[in-house]
């Protein structure tokens, strides 16, 4: 409420006029936090209750301030009550500036009228109708109304969602994954379908959660949208993988199959589906093909060699009796990665495959050396 103009210091406070130094500060504080103007938007009424609330207490607040105060208002109070005092033994005929006394209301001579000399006329109650315009123009309104509300609501959950959305992707960027799976969760409870988040939120689940049910529900949710193709290859080839760690082979094949059509260049779609075909479908032919494609697409790229895939080349001429191309590829990653056990037990298998028994062993004994337990098995035949 705004403040009157002739309230005093006490009254401003809300305190009495005898009240101790606890009470005045302890009120101060009380409004200071009512009427800061930064909890109303800077209005100017709350702005002037405030200053107001803050000459009040510096004055209060000071004992020999105080006291000047009280005396003023003593003083004030006494003219008061002096020209009241005056007021009221005035003569009724006096002037006041110039200007004669209005003369005394009239007395009443006699009592109010009894309910026998009232007259009261009923007035007939109309009811009210509702012709056909009338109620296509209330339809109209409620109709309308919704349709605004409606439409608030989107908008205000399409920002909501966007600004949510924008939150998690800097997130993503600087590696705060719970953050970032946070803000598109948010950004899902606002726009359920909105592509970008569902498929960054897949793959969180796949990346860092390692739920490939739930990237996989998520991804599949995606693409029922339009995407540019790169971008949905990528989701089918991530798609495929979800379903390879779910032991779906023959739908991580179609997915893997789905997005190289969209993009041949995606070189991870080839080595995934190569070595799916090869370990899960037995398919050695087709998985050399895929594999040797998808390694010349990273040569051709100049990006790092993904050796895992190389090794997988070897495995996959090794079943086509290749032995020595799948030996070269095995000789490479060690070249490359000389302390990988796995390389090392898989030059066993290969000698095993060539008769020779004793390089075999030799090559188990390594990949146990290096850590690689399930050599163990293979090397105790050697003994």
């Known amino acids: 409420m705004p403040r009157s103009v002739s309230q005093n210091h006490y009254q401003v406070l809300g305190v009495a006029v005898n009240a101790p130094a606890a009470d005045i500060k302890r009120a101060y504080r009380r409004l200071v ?8 938007g800077g209005d100017v009424r709350y702005e002037d209750e405030f200053k107001a609330v803050a000459v009040a207490y510096r004055v209060l607040s000071e004992p020999g301030r105080r006291a000047a105060y009280d005396f003023q208002l003593a003083q004030a109070a006494r003219r008061a009550e002096e020209a009241q005092r005056q007021q009221q033994h005035r003569p009724a005929t006096q002037h006041v500036y110039g200007v004669p006394m209005p003369p005394p209301a009239p007395l009443r001579t006699r009592p109010p009228a009894g309910s026998t000399e009232r007259h009261y006329q009923r007035i007939p109650q109309q009811r009210v109708r509702f012709n056909r315009r009338d109620w296509t123009l209330t339809l109209a309104l409620v109709l ?26 800097r997130a993503y960027a600087r590696g705060q994954w719970s953050s970032a799976y946070s803000y598109l969760e948010e950004t899902l409870h606002f726009r359920p379908d909105y592509a970008p988040a569902l498929r960054r939120r897949g793959e969180l689940e796949q990346l860092f959660n390692h739920n490939p049910r739930a990237a ?16 949905a290859a990528d989701m089918l080839y991530r798609l495929g993988r979800c379903e390879a760690e779910l032991d779906h082979p023959a739908a991580a094949e179609l997915s893997y199959t789905r997005a190289l059509l969209l993009d ?45 895939y190389v090794q997988v080349r070897g495995v996959a001429l090794t079943s086509l009796g290749r032995y020595d191309a799948a030996r070269t ?10 302390k990988d ?3 090392h037990f898989l030059l066993g298998r290969l000698a095993i495959h060539t008769g020779d028994s004793t390089a075999a062993c030799e090559f188990y004994r390594r990949a146990l050396l290096l850590g690689y337990e399930y050599a163990r098995t293979a090397e105790a035949a050697c003994r």
Do not use: C
Request: proline content about 6%.
């Open 216 to 231: 996989r529900a998520d991804f599949q949710a995606a693409l029922l949208q339009p995407q540019p193709r790169r971008v």
């Open 33 to 40: 936090v009512r009427y800061h103007p930064d909890k109303h």
């Open 144 to 169: 309308g109304i919704a349709l605004f509300t409606l439409a608030v609501k989107v908008t205000m959950d399409r920002v909501t969602a966007n600004n949510n959305y924008e939150d998690g992707l």
């Open 341 to 343: 056990g796995r390389t």
């Open 329 to 338: 590829e095995y000789f490479q990653v060690i070249q490359a990665r000389p």
């Open 264 to 308: 041949s260049t995606l070189s991870a779609a080839y080595l995934a589906r190569g070595e799916n075909r090869l370990l899960d479908l037995q398919q050695p032919e087709l998985a050399l093909a895929d594999l040797s494609n998808g390694l010349a697409q990273r040569r051709r790229a100049r990006a790092p060699t993904p050796w895992h």
